[in-house]
């Protein structure tokens, strides 16, 4: 914990910087900075995690400007906020979801969702494996059949994070039955927002 602590400071200083010191353009390269030349903090996995949400963000001008003020030193709730992305970042096992993670961010910056939505899939996104969200980006336009002789570890995972919901359910007696499951609206946005969001076609600031 006193290594988030410290790495939480580190980005908290460089983000005081933005008012007083440097354009918004410069914003993300002060921090990976910042992280670059710090040598009390032994969790190198933890500032590789944050380097590469950092390093998928936008690169243009209007992205770097929503992120500093989104966390600007007298933003409500700052430190909650910078302490709650280092958290979140820090909980992901694989790369891939850091990606995910940072395709939520750059939508909930552009207002393409809104931050309940935002820290809802992050709560979601946290709870599974790649493999899960990769099956559900897969199967998201399908109806999946589930019977006693064909069970998916990922479906279950699936529906019980209220990404597949079940369509149809049919029993024949003691000896089993089949389910049929589909994407749920969360699902959607999941993929959508999270793995789909540099082919989509959306406007900045129009919440959809």
Not at 52 to 62: E, G, I, K, V
Not at 67 to 73: E, P
């Amino acid at each position: 914990m006193s290594n988030v602590n410290n790495l939480l400071d580190t980005i908290s200083s460089s983000l005081k910087l933005i008012s007083v010191a440097i354009s918004p353009i410069e914003f993300l390269s002060t921090i990976k900075d910042s992280i670059d030349y710090i040598s009390n903090i032994s969790n190198a996995l933890l500032i590789d995690k944050i380097k590469r949400f950092l390093d998928h963000q936008d690169d243009d001008f209007d992205e770097k400007l929503k992120l500093s003020t989104q966390f600007q030193t007298d933003a409500l709730n700052y430190k909650n906020k910078a302490k709650l992305l280092v958290n979140t970042i820090n909980s992901f096992h694989n790369y891939k979801n850091i990606d995910i993670y940072a395709n939520l961010t750059r939508a909930w910056l552009n207002n393409n969702i809104d931050e309940n939505l935002f820290h809802r899939l992050s709560f979601i996104l946290s709870n599974l494996f790649y493999e899960d969200i990769n099956y559900l980006h897969n199967n998201i336009d399908k109806e999946i059949e589930i019977t006693a002789e064909n069970y998916i570890i990922e479906v279950n995972n699936l529906y019980q994070n209220n990404l597949l919901r079940i369509k149809n359910k049919f029993t024949w007696g003691a000896s089993g039955g089949n389910e049929i499951f589909v994407s749920t609206d969360l699902g959607r946005d999941l993929v959508s927002f999270g793995l789909e969001y540099d082919k989509m076609n959306i406007n900045e600031n129009s919440i959809i």
